[in-house]
């Protein structure tokens, strides 16, 4: 019964994960400004977690830890 529980949770989780993922935009910044380090010091960069993109990556970051999670238990309890 538990397991089943957890199955469905794991794939109401999996699918949350993959929506997550494909909204978010692709971010320009890449490799070519690591290496150069242009990176900027400005409003929008200190208050980068409160805007749209910033919350869209911490529940991406939050359901992608309880993927795991979930995916730990259930691998236990198959082989249980």
């Given at each position: 019964?538990?397991?089943?529980?957890?199955?469905?949770?794991?794939?109401?989780?999996?699918?949350?994960?993959?929506?997550?993922a494909m909204?978010q935009s692709?971010?320009?910044?890449?490799?070519?400004?690591?290496?150069?380090?242009?990176?900027?010091?400005?409003?929008?960069?200190?208050?980068?977690?409160?805007?749209?993109?910033?919350?869209?990556?911490?529940?991406?970051?939050?359901?992608?830890?309880?993927?795991?999670?979930?995916?730990?238990?259930?691998?236990?309890l198959w082989?249980?």
């Amino acid at each position: 019964m538990i397991r089943t529980i957890l199955t469905v949770i794991y794939f109401i989780v999996v699918l949350v994960v993959v929506i997550l993922a494909m909204i978010q935009s692709k971010e320009d910044e890449g490799l070519s400004s690591t290496l150069t380090g242009s990176s900027t010091n400005n409003f929008y960069d200190k208050n980068k977690s409160r805007t749209k993109t910033g919350k869209l990556k911490k529940w991406t970051i939050i359901f992608s830890v309880i993927f795991v999670v979930l995916t730990i238990v259930l691998g236990i309890l198959w082989l249980a």
